[in-house]
């Protein structure tokens, strides 16, 4: 079994190292690398002397007591030579030799994956814009990945699981630790909706450096990283400068000059990272790719929500401007009014609403026509199309078309 041979010489190495990049480079396995240890001169050149010693010496005794344990634990193991091995990861420096996780790891290749971090200490303003910006995130078909810390972590995490979507934990230190204390349930959701990773075996106790190693993992199993709201010196601001080693795409949430726990935002915006002004902010950077997945998911999300009632914006704002009726006495039964060819017109909509479905009104059509008539981008004509259709107001048609 190969996981056996990898557990053993990520023991010796330590995680993190610049000498799995060797590893790999020089195309051997820890196979290989254990089997022959006293003829693998070249590999040895420039390393230290311990480590040498260690590479030569060890057995694999602490990495079968290690490999049961996370059977027991019911811990899966994925090492550089599996299929599965997340793609993002394999030209990562240094490169992880193996993960540890639970959960669903195919999930770790999901294409449309963000990344979002935060500080631990945050604003409440900048709680809710983790909680909400992830739910969109997730309307979208994006799966959030974070770092299960308290704080803008565990806002970013719950949001994405309360809209039914994929959140993804990696974590700074084994997965049968309880840290932190205060996220045990939403460790546990996560494993069981999504994914829990970490670099970390078993048995591995949190230290402050391993943080920073972990950060490499977070910011380069997604397409780019959203720092919510982070203070200045925050570990957010490192897995940011992750993301720029790895050529990911960074972003962040505007804040203002006396929000102490967003300073860090606002020197990432004066370097040049992406402000996001709105979902969109992000959205519209992979649309061009992932459109067609991103109108998949927002129709998916379409079902889920009327099966559970939920109100769009519009609805709500439709809903505070209707005044309450008061209740009739009489019973009498009023003659019911001819159907009309068309939901009425809402009062009070909002216009580009209102444009869209007189528009409509014509004849039906394709999304892309639409979108050209009036004059507003495909991902946002198409968020305005789904509430338009929870609303009863719009029809979609196979197609990508859409009519009153």
């Known amino acids: 079994m190969n996981q056996l041979y990898w557990i053993w010489l990520q023991q010796i190495l330590g995680c993190g190292s610049p000498v799995a990049d060797r590893v790999v480079k020089q ?16 590999f040895y050149e420039g390393l230290e002397a311990d480590l040498v010693k260690k590479l030569k010496e060890s057995s694999l005794e602490q990495a079968e007591a290690l490999l049961r344990r996370c059977q027991k634990l019911g811990i899966w193991v994925m090492t550089i030579e599996d299929e599965d091995y997340p793609e993002r990861l394999r030209n990562i420096c240094p490169l992880p030799l193996l993960l540890y996780g639970k959960g669903e790891r195919s999930l770790l290749n999901r294409k449309l994956l963000i990344t979002m971090v935060g500080s631990r200490e945050c604003s409440k303003a900048g709680a809710h814009m983790a909680y909400d910006l992830a739910q969109d995130m997730v309307q979208y078909g994006f799966g959030v990945v974070s770092g299960l810390a308290m704080g803008i972590d565990s806002y970013c995490h719950t949001g994405a699981l309360e809209m039914g979507g994929l959140t993804i934990g990696v974590a700074a230190c084994g997965l049968d630790r309880n840290y932190p204390t205060g996220n045990t349930e939403l460790r546990r959701r996560i494993a069981e909706k999504g994914v829990l990773v970490s670099e970390y075996p078993p048995g591995m106790p949190v230290y402050p450096g391993n943080f920073h190693v972990r950060n490499r993992i977070l910011s380069a199993l997604s397409l780019g990283t959203i720092v919510v709201e982070a203070r200045r010196g925050s570990g957010a601001l490192i897995t940011a400068d992750h993301a720029l080693e790895q050529g990911r795409d960074v972003f962040a949430v505007p804040t203002h000059l006396y929000n102490h726990c967003g300073m860090g935002n606002l020197q990432l915006l004066a370097q040049g990272a992406t402000p996001v002004i709105s979902p969109e902010s992000v959205v519209e950077e992979y649309s061009a790719i992932y459109g067609d997945t991103m109108s998949t998911a927002i129709q998916s999300r379409l079902a889920i929500r009327r099966e559970r009632g939920w109100k769009t914006k519009l609805q709500q704002e439709r809903d505070a401007l209707t005044p309450v009726q008061p209740e009739k006495k009489h019973t009498k ?8 060819e068309f939901s009425p017109i809402p009062e009070g909509l909002d216009p580009s609403y209102e444009k869209i479905l007189h528009i409509l009104e014509e004849k039906p059509l394709h999304a892309e026509e639409l979108a050209s008539r009036c004059g507003m981008e495909m991902q946002e004509l198409l968020v305005m199309l789904s509430e338009l259709e929870i609303d009863g107001l719009v029809k979609a048609y196979p197609g990508k078309q859409f009519g009153r």
Do not use: D, H, I, M
């Open 27 to 42: 195309g051997l396995s820890a196979k290989e690398l254990y089997e022959n240890r006293e003829q693998q001169l070249p």
């Open 333 to 340: 039964k009023t003659p019911a009014k001819p159907k009309e």
